[in-house]
């Protein structure tokens, strides 16, 4: 088993910045992919962006790529998000979820076996 647990959300005004964190526990030696997710009630989950913690390979999804970027302590089993001029359709809970080593389609919710709680990030004009 692998516990995750996100912070770092909060409110901010559009063009500002927040720091996310997902800490994971237990078994992480069975996973190898952190997946970011965002979802509004009622709307599928949508695919922020993904890191290979073994080998550092990132990947981001259009809408947020040149402004979200990872970071990882692997001393702490830490990924962070940073992310800057952020909009407001950035809106959303935020997800942080891990996959094992066969995860090849990263952007797939399928992908991953477990997952945070999600931590909430509202952007106002």
């Known amino acids: 088993q692998v516990q995750l647990v996100e912070s770092g959300g909060g409110s901010v005004q559009a063009g500002g910045s927040l720091k996310l964190s997902c800490a994971a526990s237990?078994?992480?030696?069975?996973?190898?992919?952190i997946g970011w997710f965002r979802q509004t009630p009622g709307k599928e989950r949508e695919w922020v962006a993904a890191?290979?913690?073994?080998?550092?390979?990132?990947s981001y999804a259009d809408s947020v790529r040149g402004r979200f970027t990872f970071s990882r302590d692997n001393a702490k089993n830490t990924v962070y998000l940073q992310m800057n001029s952020l909009k407001i359709e950035d809106t959303d809970v935020y997800f942080c979820?891990?996959?094992?080593?066969?995860?090849?389609?990263?952007?797939?919710?399928?992908?991953?076996?477990?997952w945070g709680q999600g931590t909430q990030v509202t952007v106002s004009s």
């Open positions: 979820a891990a996959g094992p080593a066969g995860c090849v389609m990263v952007f797939n919710p399928s992908c991953y076996k477990y």
């Open positions: 237990g078994d992480t030696y069975s996973t190898k992919f």
């Open positions: 890191i290979d913690t073994v080998g550092g390979f990132t």
